[in-house]
């Protein structure tokens, strides 16, 4: 059973930074491709970026690209997302999800398991 569970979210003003954390377990996770997601109230889930388990090649959506990066840590079987520059747009819940399989992907109904999701708050 694929458990992912994410931590680091919280309250941060305009210009500030966060870096998100999913610990990942159930699962050898060598296939893999992990993803973020966010979706704020009233709008739809939206694709942050996504790094393949094997290799960390990463991908990204357009508009966030140069302000976030994905990272996985092996070892600790731990995905990363740090957020810089942040605005009160990038308010949301921010969702882990895990893919059995290549290529990454921008579309959330191709990912078989979520986390809880966390909350992140932008002030302005």
């Known amino acids: 059973q694929v458990q992912l569970v994410e931590s680091g979210g919280g309250l941060v003003q305009t210009g500030g930074s966060l870096r998100l954390a999913c610990a990942a377990s159930?699962?050898?996770?060598?296939?893999?491709?992990m993803g973020w997601f966010r979706q704020a109230p009233g709008k739809e889930r939206e694709f942050v970026a996504g790094?393949?388990?094997?290799?960390?090649?990463?991908y990204y959506s357009d508009p966030l690209k140069g302000r976030y990066t994905i990272s996985r840590d092996s070892a600790k079987n731990t995905v990363y997302l740090q957020m810089n520059t942040m605005k009160p747009e990038d308010t949301a819940v921010y969702y882990c999800?895990?893919?059995?399989?290549?290529?990454?992907?921008?579309?959330?109904?191709?990912?078989?398991?979520w986390g809880q999701g966390t909350q992140v708050t932008v002030s302005s």
């Open positions: 999800a895990a893919k059995p399989t290549l290529p990454i992907s921008d579309y959330y109904s191709d990912y078989n398991y």
């Open positions: 159930g699962r050898t996770f060598t296939s893999y491709v």
């Open positions: 790094i393949t388990w094997t290799g960390g090649a990463t």
